[in-house]
Structures are given as C-alpha cells and as structure tokens.
C-alpha cells in the first residue's frame, strides 16, 4: 500500500514560480513510476510531468521549459518545480504512483495562478 500526500499549492501570479511535493509511504518508492496530473473543474485528468524508476522523464507540451520533475528517493520524494506560470496552469495537481499495474493517487493541491 502506498500513500502519497501533496503540497505546496497556494496562489501565484502569473510568471511566478512554484514548487509541488509529493511524499510517499512504504518501502517501495524507488520502484514506483511517479507522476503529476492536473484537473480543472468539468475537464479530464491531465498528464503533466512523469519520472520512472531509472529518473527518465516525459513532459506533457504545455509544460515543457518551464516545469521540471525529479525525484528524492532517500527522501521518498517527488517534486514538480514550476516556472513562467500562466493563468491556464490553474488547476488541482494530483501525484500519481505506479508500481506493478496498481495506480495509487494523492488527494490533490490547488495552484492558481492570478494577478
């Protein structure tokens, strides 16, 4: 069983910069895929950054240049480092692990970006 719990979320203006945690139980973590998702309100859950196992990473368009994903397994730790941020990243920001077809999810943080 894996528990991840988020944070980090607030208010931002626009251009500013942002750092998200995500912080997992069990023993597990340098075996889990790790990634960030986004939702807006009526909208479908969105891949915003992943990071596997080996530190591979994939980026969604929107994001990539100004969002960075990394991970701290000692630490059991993953982070999604935000800059240049834009109204339109305005959304609840979901950690998600992966590990062995089991997908566990975190209860979400809200970034909003806005002057």
């Known amino acids: 069983q894996v528990q991840l719990v988020e944070s980090g979320g607030g208010l931002v203006q626009p251009g500013g910069s942002l750092r998200l945690s995500c912080a997992a139980s069990g023993s597990i973590f340098s075996m889990l895929a790790m990634a960030w998702y986004r939702q807006g309100p009526g909208e479908q859950r969105e891949l915003v950054a992943s990071?596997?196992?080996?530190?591979?990473?994939n980026y969604a368009d929107s994001v990539k240049g100004r969002f960075t994903i990394s991970r701290d397994n000692l630490k059991k730790t993953v982070y999604l480092q935000m800059a240049s941020l834009k109204p339109e990243d305005t959304d609840v920001y979901y950690c998600n692990a992966a590990y062995s077809g089991i997908n566990y999810w975190g209860k979400g943080t809200l970034v909003t970006v806005s002057s």
């Open positions: 990071i596997a196992p080996d530190g591979g990473t």
